[in-house]
């Protein structure tokens, strides 16, 4: 008689068969094979539609719908990516960086006033971190030759909101621009504004002065926020570094406050919180300091809120502070 050697089958042998195979397998094809169906119609109706209404303007063509009314709504939603995509089309040596205080002053103006372009790359929401991918951004599209990077006291922390990662991921596979969240919403507002003449309004639901009072009231609860930058301190001097190792002109610009808001700063208690920031800042590159007190910062017409200002006077402010001798800001650090 023949002996027969008894064999060992371990787990994994017993189970290596392929994911897809078998009954388990087939009940599993099936399944990707009903949501491939069910999803199907839906990206066939998406995609085109998307392209054909071209939302945050990637494609750059004839779009049944005006620039002014898709930026209605883009700027809201997601204004850093108009921005980037934008920029990524038509990129200029001259750029201002920061949040939407500074994303309100005309870009026109700078241009007129300066004597050469310049692309305002402020976008409503940004936050210390996506300012500076912003910069990095806009140093590979081209050699820069200005940089008013703008940041204020609020902002000056470690918040981690970015956007600027999955914008340029778009810019690489533009396939991503019909599947990301903010342009369907975009585009949804667009068709309901073109097709249904409903226009929604995204700005706040309340009167100026009610607006104006729970903004300074927003500032407790800013404020009460670690309001140190951490390792981005650092990172912030390494683009400084970099500004100066290739001869771009580096300047921070501290955009104004309503006087209301200047005053939370020490009613808050955070007045040495506040110096470190304007001394970090001085300490690395020039500062124009408009946030200081003054017949400008005083005058509440001014200002459409407690931080942002009106269109005329975000034309004063630009027209003084590019014309080279600014007086409604001052100078801080060596120039």
Request: a neutral charge.
């Amino acid at each position: 008689m023949s002996s027969v050697e008894a064999q060992t089958v371990t787990p994994l042998e017993a189970n290596s068969q392929p994911l897809l195979a078998g009954l388990g397998g087939r009940r599993l094809r099936r399944l990707w094979l009903r949501l491939l169906m069910f999803f199907s119609p839906i990206v066939l109706i998406v995609a085109p539609t998307i392209y054909w209404i071209d939302p945050f303007d990637l494609f750059h063509k004839n779009s049944p719908l005006p620039p002014d009314l898709r930026l209605r709504y883009a700027k809201p939603i997601n204004q850093a990516l108009w921005k980037v995509l934008a920029f990524n089309r038509d990129p200029k040596p001259n750029v201002i960086l920061g949040d939407s205080q500074v994303a309100q002053l005309p870009e026109g103006t700078i241009s007129s006033v300066a004597g050469e372009p310049y692309a305002n790359l402020g976008a409503g929401g940004a936050t210390l971190r996506e300012t500076m991918d912003m910069f990095w951004f806009a140093s590979r599209k081209l050699s820069l030759k200005h940089v008013y990077f703008g940041v204020n006291f609020m902002g000056y922390n470690a918040y981690p909101g970015d956007r600027i990662p999955q914008a340029e991921g778009i810019v690489k596979v533009p396939v991503l621009y019909i599947l990301n969240s903010d342009v369907l919403e975009a585009g949804a507002y667009d068709i309901a504004d073109t097709i249904f003449h409903h226009r929604t309004n995204l700005g706040p639901q309340v009167n100026r002065e009610a607006f104006w009072q729970s903004q300074l009231q927003y500032l407790n609860e800013r404020y009460k926020r670690d309001s140190d930058p951490g390792a981005l301190r650092s990172q912030l001097r390494e683009i400084v570094e970099y500004s100066r190792a290739h001869e771009i002109a580096f300047v921070f610009f501290i955009p104004p406050q309503h006087m209301d808001a200047q005053r939370r700063v020490p009613e808050l208690g955070v007045e040495d919180q506040y110096q470190r920031f304007k001394n970090d800042l001085a300490g690395m590159a020039p500062v124009y300091d408009c946030d200081i007190d003054s017949s400008f910062t005083r005058d509440k017409n001014n200002f459409s809120d407690p931080f942002h200002l009106q269109h005329q006077a975000a034309n004063r402010l630009v027209t003084d502070l590019w014309s080279g001798h600014p007086t409604l800001c001052r100078t801080l650090g060596s120039k």
